[in-house]
C-alpha cells in the first residue's frame, strides 16, 4: 500500500485558492445536461468524483466540450437523454449515482448502475421506494435496498405526494427533487422524520433555481414543483470553492498560524461555510471578504459540545481539532457518517485512539478527550476515504510525524491536497 510520511510542523501560514465545489459540480453538471440550451460551467472540481459524472453524461449521450482546464461546455438535452441504454460505473460517488438513479427513472430508456464495492454498501433504498411510489420501474441486481439498479421504462404517476425519508442522506430528497420536473407533472414530496443536512438540499434548491425551476417548501417537511416545469440553460455558471475542503486550511490556521482559502465567502450557498462559526466557538479568530475566509491562531483551542447536522462533512475536521483542544469535546446528530465512503464514526474513533485520544462512539455521536500529548509516528488507515486522509494531516501540527496510508484517495475530490498542504505546514 502507498503510504505518506508527513513530517513533524508546527507553524501553517499562506494563502490557498480552494478547489471547486463536489457538490455544485456534480448538480451543475447534471442539470445542465437535462437543460435546454448551452451552459459554460467555470471552475469545476476535476476529481475521481466529477469525472465519473462525465463520463456518465457521455454515455447518455450528453454532448460536452472541455473549453479550459477546469471549465466545460454542456449541450443540454431538454429532459431527454438520447441514449436509451447505458451500463453506468459511478465508482464510489453518492453525488453522481443518487441524482442519476432519479433522472434515468423518468428517462423511459433500459439502464444499468454501478459502483465500487462501497457504494454497493451504500443505502439506497430509501430513494428507490420514493422513486417507485412516482411510478419507476427499478429493481435491485444484488442485495435489496443497494446498488447496483436496473432502470426499465415506466409511466410516472405523481397524483400523490411522494414519502421519502429524511434522516438518512440528504443525496436521496436532492435526486428526487432534481429529476422530478422531468416528468412534466405536478409533484409533491413530504419528508418522513427530520431532515438532515438541510444545507446541502439549500444547494439543490438554489442551483435548480438558476436553472429556471423554483421549488416551494413548506418548512423542511414538504416541497412541491409546479406541472411543467422546465430546465433551462442560464448561460453561465461558475462553481464556488469547496467549503468542506476549505475546513482543513482553516483548522490549520487555528491550530497553528494564519491561512486565507479564497474560492468562497460569507455568503457561500454551501452549508459548510458555516464550519467557521464552529471555528470561532473554538476560539478561533476568523474573518471574512467576498470571496474568501481567514483564520488565525487561537490562543486556546476551546473544547465544544456541537450538533453537527448542518455540517456534517466539515465536522470531520471538529474531530481533529478535539485533540488541541482543553478538554473533551462532543460532536452530535452525525449518523449521517454512517452511510458516507465508509462508516466514518467507526473510522475516525478508531483512528483518534492511534493518536492518543480517548474516544466514546455512539450512535449518531463521538466523544472526544485529547490526549496529554499526541502520540508520534501513527499509522493512520483512510478506508478509501478522502475526508480521513485530508482531516488527519492536521495532526502533523502538533508537531508529530503521522504516516497516512494510501494518500492517493484524496483524488475522489480534491488530487493536490497533499501539495497544497505542504506549502503552508511547516
Wanted: aromatic share 6%.
Amino acid at each position: 500500500m502507498e503510504q505518506l510520511n508527513l513530517t513533524p510542523a508546527s507553524h501553517a501560514d499562506g494563502r490557498i485558492t480552494l478547489p471547486g465545489s463536489k457538490s455544485i459540480s456534480n448538480r451543475t453538471l447534471l442539470l445542465a445536461a437535462l437543460a435546454s440550451g448551452n451552459t459554460e460551467i467555470r471552475d469545476v472540481l476535476a476529481s475521481d468524483d466529477t469525472a465519473r459524472m462525465l463520463e456518465s453524461l457521455t454515455k447518455l449521450g450528453v454532448k460536452l466540450d472541455q473549453i479550459g482546464e477546469h471549465d466545460w461546455r454542456v449541450h443540454g438535452c431538454a429532459g431527454n437523454f438520447h441514449n436509451k441504454q447505458a451500463d453506468l460505473f459511478l465508482g464510489n460517488a453518492g453525488t453522481a449515482f443518487r441524482p442519476l438513479t432519479a433522472a434515468l427513472a423518468f428517462s423511459n430508456g433500459d439502464y444499468k448502475l454501478s459502483g465500487v464495492a462501497r457504494m454497493h454498501e451504500r443505502p439506497i433504498g430509501d430513494l428507490v421506494d420514493a422513486l417507485q411510489q412516482a411510478g419507476a420501474n427499478i429493481s435491485y441486481l444484488e442485495q435489496p435496498g443497494f446498488p447496483p439498479l436496473k432502470i426499465a421504462p415506466a409511466q410516472a404517476d405523481l397524483s400523490l405526494p411522494i414519502k421519502i425519508r429524511g434522516d438518512v442522506s440528504s443525496q436521496f430528497l436532492t435526486a428526487l427533487l432534481m429529476a422530478l420536473p422531468l416528468s412534466k407533472q405536478q409533484a409533491s414530496i413530504d419528508v418522513v422524520g427530520e431532515l438532515i443536512s438541510k444545507p446541502y438540499i439549500e444547494i439543490t434548491l438554489n442551483l435548480m433555481a438558476k436553472f429556471g425551476v423554483q421549488v416551494k417548501r413548506d418548512g423542511w417537511q414538504r416541497f412541491s414543483i409546479a406541472a411543467n416545469s422546465v430546465y433551462t440553460s442560464p448561460g453561465q455558471l461558475c462553481v464556488e470553492g469547496d467549503a468542506s475542503s476549505a475546513s482543513y486550511f482553516l483548522a490549520a490556521g487555528v491550530i497553528a498560524g494564519s491561512v486565507t482559502v479564497d474560492g468562497i465567502g460569507q455568503h457561500s450557498i454551501q452549508g459548510d461555510v458555516r464550519f467557521a462559526e464552529a471555528l470561532s466557538l473554538m476560539g478561533g479568530d476568523i474573518s471574512y471578504g467576498e470571496n474568501h475566509i481567514a483564520a488565525k491562531k487561537a490562543k486556546k483551542i476551546k473544547a465544544i459540545d456541537l450538533d453537527c447536522n448542518h455540517i456534517p462533512d466539515a465536522a470531520m475536521t471538529l474531530a481533529i481539532l478535539a485533540l488541541f483542544a482543553d478538554g473533551a469535546s462532543t460532536l452530535r446528530n452525525i449518523a449521517s457518517w454512517r452511510v458516507k465512503e465508509t462508516d466514518r464514526l467507526t473510522a475516525m474513533a478508531t483512528e483518534l485512539r492511534k493518536v492518543g485520544a480517548s474516544v466514546i462512539e455512539g450512535s449518531d455521536y463521538l466523544q472526544i478527550t485529547p490526549p496529554t500529548a499526541i502520540t508520534p509516528n501513527a499509522v493512520i488507515d483512510t478506508y478509501d476515504d478522502h475526508r480521513m486522509a485530508m482531516c488527519f494531516s492536521l495532526v502533523s501540527l502538533a508537531g508529530v510525524p503521522i504516516t497516512i496510508n494510501d494518500p492517493a484517495c484524496v483524488n475522489k475530490t480534491f488530487p493536490d491536497y497533499f501539495a497544497c498542504f505542504a506549502k503552508i505546514a511547516r
